[in-house]
């Protein structure tokens, strides 16, 4: 089984982007004038949902996956560790920024 090669590194941060990216889309859906909120509203958000953990699934998981598989599992743990560690770092520095920036 052969993975594509990418960076921990790289996967966190798209996955980061990802979540910025769909908040953005989320207010500028939501910011309309005369928005009610119906029925559409959850189904939209459970789709969201499934699509966002197919996304993660792949940023997180495909890679270790592929490697794990290769009998490389040494690496594939040290990747997956790499890519919540980056992942984990980016959201404690955004709370870090929250809490003393932003008061």
């Not at 189904?43 to 996304?55: D, F, K």
Request: charged letters at 10%; proline letters at 3%.
């Amino acid at each position: 089984m052969k993975g594509v090669k990418t960076s921990p590194y790289l996967n966190a941060v798209l996955a980061a982007a990802y979540i910025v990216g769909i908040v953005f889309v989320i207010q500028a859906f939501t910011s309309f004038k005369g928005f009610q909120q119906t029925l559409y509203i959850p189904i939209g958000m459970l789709g969201l949902l499934v699509l966002s953990v197919a996304t993660m699934s792949f940023l997180f998981g495909y890679e270790p996956f592929c490697l794990y598989f290769d009998n490389k599992k040494e690496e594939a743990l040290v990747f997956f560790g790499k890519t919540i560690g980056t992942f984990a770092t980016l959201v404690v520095a955004y709370f870090a920024y929250i809490f003393f920036f932003l008061r």
